[in-house]
């Protein structure tokens, strides 16, 4: 983003604006984060912002400030329709292609709004009047934070806001563990808790609230983890059977590929998900190294994200994904093993 581009976006918000705010399909905590904080920083300079998400989101992230004004396309289209239709601007943050919102696609698409797009993925499409694109951010709620920054608004950034911002930080680093974690983000994390971030009491209310039945899924998907050590890959299966059988809700498989990944020498790992509703086996892949399984995402599964953390999805049967994700793994072997 050029500063000729601030100047431009700080113009167009110096009076109140119909602002939406979109994030991505099954919104994660960076999503939610950075969606609510550029929401309380709208509502503070007078405009009339909304957070329309495409669905619904898991329990644990319904503690944010700011959550119980979000509107969810899945069951309230039509007011959300016409708030996207007579929106001055759309803000996209947290993904880079309007089919990751599923259903909203065609209404954001047809949306003659001023467009701003702030994301940490690769590869954007040209939607986007206004584009603050970096994949070497940690996070897009750390990208929010230098937004604000560049808008020379750092003060208006309060409790709310902090936390808001320090959720997304923290869930897509995985607690400041990943290689986006720069000092920066060390700083930026240190600034958000003075501004009133409680980084203990955020960590409980994402990480430690487990039901009996998650543990007990956990349980049974490590159970089904297996390793294909020639290739340094592990994989995990959940069929839908599995799913009701532990009593399912949203946000339960959540991590659970990181486990794969946490094994000796293995560098890739996967979880394959069977989501009868949707009728498509939902797929989450992880690496370690140079290893980009965003490459491999966009390749062979409808899919993409980061260089180390990246989805996709399948029309093919659980079985058949996995005999399909295996059949590949010869083509990668020196990749894998290269690392």
């Known amino acids: 983003m050029t500063q000729h581009d601030i100047t431009e976006i700080k113009q167009l918000l110096a009076s109140p604006k119909k602002i939406v705010i979109v994030p991505h399909k099954n919104p994660d905590g960076d999503a939610m984060g950075s969606t609510l904080g550029l929401y309380h920083y709208l509502i503070q300079n007078n405009h009339n912002a909304k957070v329309i998400v495409p669905n619904d989101y898991p329990d644990f992230l319904r503690w944010i400030p700011g959550e119980n004004t979000t509107l969810k396309y899945e069951f309230e289209a039509q ?5 996207i239709a007579d929106a001055d601007i759309i803000f996209t943050l947290d993904f880079n292609a309007f089919h990751r919102t599923g259903n909203m696609e065609p209404i954001l698409k047809s949306s003659r709004a001023i467009k701003i797009l702030i994301d ?6 040209d939607y986007a009047k206004y584009v603050f694109s970096d994949v070497n951010m940690s996070s897009t709620c750390e990208m929010i934070y230098h937004f604000i920054n560049m808008l020379g608004d750092l003060d208006y950034i309060n409790s709310s806001i902090a ?18 974690t720069t000092s920066t983000t060390h700083k930026i994390i240190a600034e958000l808790i003075n501004k009133g971030a409680d980084n203990s009491q955020i960590h409980n209310n994402i990480y430690d609230t487990n039901s009996y039945e998650r543990l007990q899924l956990l349980g049974c998907a490590l159970s089904n983890l297996k390793i294909l050590p020639e290739f340094k890959t592990a994989y995990i299966t959940l069929s839908q059977e599995e799913l009701h059988k532990f009593n399912f809700k949203k946000g339960d498989t959540e991590g659970i590929v990181n486990y794969g990944l ?11 998900i069977e989501d009868k509703n949707e009728g498509i086996i939902k797929i989450s892949l992880r690496s370690k190294g140079d290893f980009s399984v965003n490459s491999f995402s ?7 994200g980061h260089t180390n953390a990246a989805g996709g999805r399948s029309n093919e049967s659980l079985s058949t994904t996995v ?13 894998l093993n290269h690392e």
């Open 79 to 83: 007011i959300c329709d016409k708030l």
């Open 120 to 125: 940490h993925h690769q590869e954007p499409d």
């Open 163 to 180: 936390t808001c911002l320090y959720v997304g930080i923290m869930t897509d680093t995985g607690s400041f563990r990943f290689k986006s």
């Open 262 to 272: 946490s094994l000796n020498n293995i560098i890739f790992a996967a979880i394959f």
């Open 298 to 304: 966009r390749a062979h599964f409808n899919g993409g």
């Open 323 to 335: 005999e399909k994700f295996i059949s590949i793994l010869p083509d990668y072997k020196k990749a």
